[in-house]
Every structure is written in structure tokens, then in C-alpha cells.
């Protein structure tokens, strides 16, 4: 069916104005009801956030969402416009995008006076229905809301004639979804100015009795630090916000790997076949989970979801590296990698004290406890036995960030156990680049558990017993 040209057409159609929030509530209804997710890509909050933002949208309420940096909370808000309708009519040439069956601003009430069902309508798609600003002190009223225009002052309107407004970011996401980033960094003043859009649903300009009653769902974020302990919002704002949803970082180690699956930055095939072994992935993901909890780190200022896709990213970049230089076809990270975590880490956490600690210290002390924790996971000591008992014999074994994979596995068929215990870890038996990771990973492990003793030169390390 071809869409309504005209307002007559429109009406001829039987067309039903909907508010913005009774669209996004019959739209999540008709999703729940058939099974479906709102909110793809988001992982690690079905049984949290989810279903908190379910009942405020069914509920019709505006929401703020509280967290620290990485926790998805603006990807949420650009993705409730997956609850709106494809297309809405709107006034063609309308600045607010008004409804052709209700307009608000003064030049469409006088268009539609004026040319009754012959006024044009155009269709808004859902994604031009969104609007967003970030909050900083320097935002003024005119930005959000809207002021007089003094070129169409100059044109010869009076200063009284609402024509002569020009409309802020909030009017203009008339019919739409406004989300307000960091809203605690916006100024006082201004959070005042945001109280009748909140609960009365119009605007006011300056001292002119103009009303535009907007229909808008808002959609805040803040840091919870910001937002309840140093008083930086004014209470009437926030008991204005139906609810308050509380985010928070991945809590399962596959969770946090999902995401930085999701997440990494892909490029197009450059001739290096690049695996990344699952102990590997888990080693990256543990090391985020364990700086959450560490003391040295500052928890205020969070440990960002952006740290594992970066250390991830890093971490598959420097055996690329490494297998471009060798002429190898194949790539793996190994723990000798892990050195390339400093670069993607260090400039994301903040450090709770200064002094003698430095963050490649700490760093490296996580580094040693996340592969110690997944070692500890992935093989039992029983399967391990062999292997010590074999470096208790004489055994020692080199390796390097820049040894050839083929080295690795002459060295692996020399000793039976170190090869029995590599393919426990469901190493790519066919890929040597795999094998040599796997070694690596066994290796480090052994030695964290103090089973094994490591010699480290500059570019070279041995074990032995």
C-alpha cells in the first residue's frame, strides 16, 4: 500500500495518532509476545537491566540509567528506537515534526488551517526519530529548548510572534526518543529548565506564552558517584524520572568474551590465518574481571568493557605481527604476547595511589594471576604430572615471541607428555601455530603453579625444573 500523500489521505485511511510511549509500549508487547529481543547485541543483562527497562517502557516511564564508563548505557538508548514504528506521518516541512492531525508549532496550525486535507505529509523514518546531546556545563537553554532568531526578527516579525523561534534539540525530537549523556555535568540552572518537559510536557522561551505541549520519551545517563553522593542534580529532576536502572560490567568471564567478539574492530583477509585459542580469549577476559576487583585500581572511575576489546585486539594484532615477519600462515597469540596488554590498559584504569607502584607492575601482577586462574580451570594437576615429571628428568624447553611455530612442535614431539597435555587444552592439532600457543600457555601455567622454574634473557625464556 502506497503511504499518504496528504493529510486527506491520511484521514481517509483511518490513521490513529499514537503517543511516542504508547508506540514504544505496543511495540515491545507485540515483541515479548512473539519471543524477541529489544535490545540486540546486548549481552549480560537479560536477567538484570532488561527487565527493568521492560516495565518502565510498559509502565510509560522516562528513565535514567546509572553506571560507570563501558556499561552499553548510551548503545541502550539508541537502540530503544528498535520499539518505534518504522515510519510516522509528519507535516512535510515542519521543523518539530509535527502530527498532521494535531500540530503544535504555529506555522503548521496555520498551514493546515489554511490548505485543510490538501496539506502535504511526509514519513519519518525510526531512526531520524532520536535525538541526543552530551551534557556539559556550557549547554544553555537555547541549545536544549530553543530561542528568538534575530535574522527573522530583522525579516520584520515581531518579537512576540512564536514564528520568529528558533527550536532547540528537545522540540525538534518532537515524536521521538532524547537521550541527555552525564546528565549531572549539566548545569543547575538548566536541569530547571528540563522540569516541564519532564512532568508537564511543554516548553517555555523566554518570557512569551508559548506552549508546545512535545511528546518526547526521555532517556538519561549519569555515574552513580555523580548522581547520588556529590549532589550534583537537583532532586526535583530526578523525582521526575519514573525509573532509575542500575547497569553494571559483565559478571560471567563468557560474557565479557562474547562482547569483545562482538566488539573487536575487523578488517578484511590479509593472508595470515588467525585463530585465537579460547584459553587465550579467557585469559584477557580474566584479566578485566580481576582489575574490577583489585585495591591498587580506582573502582569510582570503573574498568571499561573497552579495556578487554582493546587488550583483545592487541593481543591477535601482535601474533599477526609475529607470523607476517616469520612468513608463517598461520597466527596464534601466545602468553609471550601478553606484554602488548600495557599499551591498551594502561591509559584506561586510574591507579588508587601513587608512589612506588607503577601500572606495569600491577599490570604484570594481574597479567600472571589471570593466566594462573584459567591455567588452574582448563588442566587438573593429574593431566599435568607427566609433563613435571619429564622437566624433573632433564627436560628444558625455550621459547620467544619471535620463535618460529615449527620450533615448537620439534620441540613438543621430542617429549610425549608436553604434547598429551597441549591437545587436553583442544589445541588446532593441524595448525603449529596453535601447538606453539598451547605450549606456551602449559609452560607459564606450570610455572605460576610453582612447578616449573623460568629463566627470562631479552627476547628469549627457558624452562626448566
Given at each position: 500500500m502506497t503511504q499518504a500523500?496528504?493529510?486527506?489521505?491520511?484521514?481517509?485511511r483511518g490513521y490513529v495518532s499514537k503517543s511516542v510511549k504508547q508506540e514504544m509500549r505496543d511495540n515491545l508487547v507485540a515483541r515479548l509476545r512473539r519471543g524477541e529481543s529489544f535490545l540486540p547485541g546486548i549481552v549480560g543483562y537479560d536477567d538484570t537491566v532488561v527487565p527493568q527497562i521492560e516495565n518502565?517502557?510498559?509502565?510509560?516511564?522516562?528513565?535514567?540509567?546509572?553506571g560507570e564508563r563501558g556499561q552499553a548505557k548510551t548503545r541502550i538508548a539508541r537502540l530503544l528506537t528498535g520499539l518505534l514504528d518504522d515510519v510516522v506521518p509528519i507535516l512535510a516541512g515542519c521543523e518539530i515534526n509535527d502530527d498532521p492531525l494535531a500540530p503544535i508549532c504555529a506555522a503548521c496550525r496555520a498551514r493546515v488551517a489554511e490548505r485543510g486535507d490538501a496539506a502535504e505529509v511526509a514519513w519519518l523514518p525510526r531512526d531520524r526519530r532520536y535525538g541526543e546531546k552530551l551534557a556539559t556545563p556550557d549547554i544553555t537553554i537555547a541549545d536544549l529548548i530553543g530561542e528568538v532568531d534575530p535574522i527573522k526578527v530583522a525579516e520584520g516579525r515581531y518579537l512576540a510572534d512564536e514564528l520568529t523561534i528558533h527550536y532547540g534539540l528537545l522540540p525538534r525530537t518532537h515524536r521521538g526518543i532524547f537521550a541527555l549523556n552525564e546528565l549531572p555535568d549539566l548545569a543547575e540552572r538548566i536541569q530547571v529548565g528540563l522540569l516541564n518537559i519532564m512532568e508537564e510536557r511543554d516548553v517555555q522561551i523566554r518570557g512569551y506564552k508559548v506552549r508546545l505541549p512535545i511528546d518526547v520519551y526521555v532517556v538519561a545517563s549519569a555515574n552513580p558517584e555523580d548522581y547520588t553522593n556529590?549532589?550534583?542534580i537537583i532532586t526535583p529532576l530526578k523525582d521526575r524520572f519514573g525509573s532509575q536502572i542500575r547497569t553494571h560490567y559483565p559478571r560471567r568471564v563468557s560474557d565479557e568474551i562474547a562482547i569483545m567478539e562482538a566488539e573487536r574492530t575487523a578488517f578484511a583477509a590479509d593472508g595470515v590465518r588467525t585463530t585465537?585459542?579460547?584459553?587465550?580469549?579467557?585469559?584477557?577476559?580474566?584479566?578485566?574481571h580481576l582489575a574490577r576487583k583489585a585495591t591498587e585500581i580506582s573502582q569510582r572511575s570503573g574498568v571499561?568493557?573497552?579495556?578487554?576489546?582493546?587488550?583483545y585486539e592487541n593481543l591477535v594484532s601482535s601474533a599477526l605481527k609475529r607470523a607476517i615477519r616469520l612468513g608463517e600462515a598461520d597466527a596464534a597469540p601466545r602468553v609471550s604476547d601478553l606484554g602488548a596488554l600495557v599499551a591498551?590498559?594502561?591509559g584506561k584504569i586510574e591507579l588508587e595511589t601513587l608512589g612506588d607502584t607503577s601500572e606495569d607492575k600491577v599490570l604484570g601482577k594481574l597479567v600472571q594471576r589471570a593466566v594462573l586462574n584459567v591455567f588452574s580451570r582448563s588442566l587438573t594437576p593429574v593431566e599435568l604430572d607427566p609433563v613435571?615429571?619429564?622437566?624433573?628428568g632433564g627436560l628444558t624447553v625455550q621459547v620467544s615471541d619471535a620463535m618460529p611455530s615449527a620450533e615448537y612442535v620439534r620441540q613438543a614431539e621430542k617429549t610425549p607428555a608436553l604434547r598429551a597435555a597441549v591437545h587436553k587444552l583442544n589445541a588446532d592439532a593441524a595448525s603449529a601455530a596453535g601447538l606453539a600457543s598451547a605450549v606456551e600457555f602449559v609452560l607459564e601455567g606450570l610455572h605460576l603453579s610453582k612447578k616449573l622454574n623460568k629463566d627470562s634473557q631479552p627476547g628469549q625464556t627457558r624452562y626448566r625444573s
Amino acid at each position: 500500500m502506497t503511504q499518504a500523500r496528504t493529510v486527506g489521505e491520511l484521514r481517509s485511511r483511518g490513521y490513529v495518532s499514537k503517543s511516542v510511549k504508547q508506540e514504544m509500549r505496543d511495540n515491545l508487547v507485540a515483541r515479548l509476545r512473539r519471543g524477541e529481543s529489544f535490545l540486540p547485541g546486548i549481552v549480560g543483562y537479560d536477567d538484570t537491566v532488561v527487565p527493568q527497562i521492560e516495565n518502565a517502557v510498559l509502565s510509560g516511564q522516562d528513565l535514567v540509567l546509572l553506571g560507570e564508563r563501558g556499561q552499553a548505557k548510551t548503545r541502550i538508548a539508541r537502540l530503544l528506537t528498535g520499539l518505534l514504528d518504522d515510519v510516522v506521518p509528519i507535516l512535510a516541512g515542519c521543523e518539530i515534526n509535527d502530527d498532521p492531525l494535531a500540530p503544535i508549532c504555529a506555522a503548521c496550525r496555520a498551514r493546515v488551517a489554511e490548505r485543510g486535507d490538501a496539506a502535504e505529509v511526509a514519513w519519518l523514518p525510526r531512526d531520524r526519530r532520536y535525538g541526543e546531546k552530551l551534557a556539559t556545563p556550557d549547554i544553555t537553554i537555547a541549545d536544549l529548548i530553543g530561542e528568538v532568531d534575530p535574522i527573522k526578527v530583522a525579516e520584520g516579525r515581531y518579537l512576540a510572534d512564536e514564528l520568529t523561534i528558533h527550536y532547540g534539540l528537545l522540540p525538534r525530537t518532537h515524536r521521538g526518543i532524547f537521550a541527555l549523556n552525564e546528565l549531572p555535568d549539566l548545569a543547575e540552572r538548566i536541569q530547571v529548565g528540563l522540569l516541564n518537559i519532564m512532568e508537564e510536557r511543554d516548553v517555555q522561551i523566554r518570557g512569551y506564552k508559548v506552549r508546545l505541549p512535545i511528546d518526547v520519551y526521555v532517556v538519561a545517563s549519569a555515574n552513580p558517584e555523580d548522581y547520588t553522593n556529590r549532589g550534583r542534580i537537583i532532586t526535583p529532576l530526578k523525582d521526575r524520572f519514573g525509573s532509575q536502572i542500575r547497569t553494571h560490567y559483565p559478571r560471567r568471564v563468557s560474557d565479557e568474551i562474547a562482547i569483545m567478539e562482538a566488539e573487536r574492530t575487523a578488517f578484511a583477509a590479509d593472508g595470515v590465518r588467525t585463530t585465537t585459542p579460547e584459553y587465550m580469549k579467557q585469559v584477557v577476559a580474566e584479566l578485566t574481571h580481576l582489575a574490577r576487583k583489585a585495591t591498587e585500581i580506582s573502582q569510582r572511575s570503573g574498568v571499561s568493557v573497552r579495556v578487554s576489546i582493546c587488550n583483545y585486539e592487541n593481543l591477535v594484532s601482535s601474533a599477526l605481527k609475529r607470523a607476517i615477519r616469520l612468513g608463517e600462515a598461520d597466527a596464534a597469540p601466545r602468553v609471550s604476547d601478553l606484554g602488548a596488554l600495557v599499551a591498551s590498559t594502561a591509559g584506561k584504569i586510574e591507579l588508587e595511589t601513587l608512589g612506588d607502584t607503577s601500572e606495569d607492575k600491577v599490570l604484570g601482577k594481574l597479567v600472571q594471576r589471570a593466566v594462573l586462574n584459567v591455567f588452574s580451570r582448563s588442566l587438573t594437576p593429574v593431566e599435568l604430572d607427566p609433563v613435571v615429571a619429564a622437566f624433573q628428568g632433564g627436560l628444558t624447553v625455550q621459547v620467544s615471541d619471535a620463535m618460529p611455530s615449527a620450533e615448537y612442535v620439534r620441540q613438543a614431539e621430542k617429549t610425549p607428555a608436553l604434547r598429551a597435555a597441549v591437545h587436553k587444552l583442544n589445541a588446532d592439532a593441524a595448525s603449529a601455530a596453535g601447538l606453539a600457543s598451547a605450549v606456551e600457555f602449559v609452560l607459564e601455567g606450570l610455572h605460576l603453579s610453582k612447578k616449573l622454574n623460568k629463566d627470562s634473557q631479552p627476547g628469549q625464556t627457558r624452562y626448566r625444573s
